[in-house]
């Protein structure tokens, strides 16, 4: 019999490990909720009419098309399973896939329910996604998403708050992390006053890449884009701005003082500054101008949150967009969104050793027990821990005692409440402290108090 498997770039989650992510996704929910965020839910599949043509040709490639149901070859001629077009053929029998993000389908969301939700719409959204990707070390082909966004509002307060945001699920997780932050208008200004406004996304991916290959590199990269030595000259000065968040915006000022766009977005940052010290931000934030992160999606403010005490990439990211649901014929609503990567953040508290002792999924207390009479006796005490919230497990086989306290050992439940006929006959149980191994008497009472 062949040995089952799942398909590469997948992963089964034991119960100790959907602990562990169930604390992550709680913890972010919860400050979500704190800014007025509600959840919602899209399908799994989408149209594939809905997702393609958004990610361009190397995101179509990578979307997951599913066949349609039943005879799916019945309308495709002879003539073009000959032809092996397969562009073509995945249209004829396919007309669904598995969703690659959770924003375009966000998108098709708003446009769709426009007339009942409200405006400005404050969204967020955890659920898995799929890309039909090569498997590798921290990248899968099956991978939640934590976004949230707020549509249908130009007031950079939404910025600060997504700041907020980061700032509390960071501390609580007790993660330290840069919050880097950077303008699409910034970067267009640089563009325009070098003389190279339409080379915009080759300079921004080159310089995006800065930390990672260093400055001969990106200046090879932006030159092998036909951008003259003059316009990389001019940038290099752009890339070595230093000093505070105030004393780069004072030297870009400056710098691009003939740009519209680009005075546009450094007065932006400097209102986005002027607001984090009205509400005493703990976390760095760091204006950098080499932060680009897909550019010809975003329109302003940009976003990147980096763990200081661990090698990874991104842990978060995001930034505001002008013109998110215009691909579905709904002009002109901006948003500003961001996304924690919740496989990331995983791996950091796991390299870090953060999570919590105490796991609130975990079993709190067994009942270990000899006879039919003493699980029967044992029902109604479970059922009175239940309900004060105490996770209770009563073993169910007529096991020999060291199976049953081998079960809780494996289990790592905390507590076991030994019952017996002399704890029947004084209606009591005996419970033992599985880490200390100290016993004692116990009534009702005396459980709950020390369970709670």
Same mark, same amino acid.
């Not at 002792?357 to 005490?381: D, H, I, M, R």
């Given at each position: 019999?062949? #040995? ?8 089964? +989650? ?94 098709? +969301? ?11 719409? *404050? ?7 799929? /890309? ?6 921290? /990248? ?38 840069? @919050?880097?932050?950077?303008? /699409? *208008? ?25 930390? #990672? ?39 870009? #000022? ?23 010290? %009205?509400? !005493? ?19 302003? !403010? ?79 005490? !479970?059922?009175?821990?239940? %309900? ?9 086989? @007529? ?54």
């Amino acid at each position: 019999m062949q #040995k089952p498997s799942i398909p590469k770039g997948t992963r089964d +989650f034991t119960p100790e490990e959907m602990a562990k992510r169930n604390y992550i996704f709680d913890t972010i929910k919860s400050v979500f909720r704190l800014y007025g965020y509600q959840q919602i839910e899209t399908p799994a599949m989408e149209n594939l009419s809905t997702l393609m043509g958004k990610y361009g040709d190397e995101g179509d490639k990578l979307l997951f098309k599913i066949l349609n149901s039943g005879d799916f070859m019945a309308g495709v001629s002879d003539e073009d399973l000959s032809a092996r077009n397969s562009v073509k053929l995945t249209k004829e029998f396919s007309e669904k896939g598995l969703r690659y993000d959770l924003t375009v389908p966000f998108a098709r +969301f708003v446009v769709q329910n426009r007339d009942k939700i409200t405006f400005p719409f *404050k969204r967020y959204q955890i659920q898995p996604v799929w /890309r039909a990707d090569r498997p590798q070390k921290g /990248r899968y082909r099956e991978f939640y998403q934590c976004d949230v966004d707020v549509v249908g509002s130009d007031s950079l307060i939404n910025e600060l708050e997504l700041i907020q945001i980061v700032d509390e699920v960071y501390r609580r997780l007790g993660i330290r992390v840069c @919050l880097k932050i950077n303008n /699409r *208008k910034i970067l267009s200004g640089i563009a325009e006053i070098i003389g190279e406004a339409d080379k915009i996304v080759d300079i921004t991916v080159a310089i995006d890449k800065l930390d #990672k290959i260093g400055l001969d590199k990106v200046n090879e990269e932006i030159a092998s884009k036909g951008i003259s030595q003059d316009a990389i000259e001019k940038l290099q000065p752009i890339l070595h701005l230093n000093g505070t968040n105030r004393e780069k915006l004072a030297q870009l #000022k400056e710098i691009l003082a003939a740009s519209e766009v680009g005075m546009k977005g450094v007065e932006e940052m400097e209102i986005i500054f002027d607001l984090c010290d %009205k509400v !005493a931000i703990t976390t760095p934030v760091e204006l950098d101008l080499t932060l680009a992160r897909g550019l010809n999606y975003y329109t302003g !403010a940009i976003f990147e949150v980096k763990a200081l005490d661990v090698q990874i990439g991104s842990i978060t990211g995001g930034g505001r967009y002008d013109n998110l649901t215009g691909v579905f014929g709904m002009e002109g609503v901006s948003g500003v969104g961001i996304s924690f990567g919740a496989d990331r953040i995983y791996d950091v508290l796991n390299q870090l050793n953060l999570y919590p002792q105490a796991n609130k999924e975990q079993t709190q207390l067994l009942f270990v027990c000899f006879g039919k009479e003493e699980q029967n006796y044992s029902l109604p005490w !479970a059922l009175a821990l239940r %309900k004060e919230g105490v996770n209770v497990e009563i073993y169910p086989e @007529l096991a020999k005692m060291k199976k049953q306290m081998g079960y809780a050992d494996s289990k790592h439940i905390p507590f076991v409440a030994i019952v017996g006929e002399t704890e029947m006959a004084n209606q009591q149980v005996m419970l033992k402290n599985m880490t200390t191994g100290e016993q004692k008497l116990v009534n009702l009472d005396e459980l709950k108090a020390c369970m709670l």
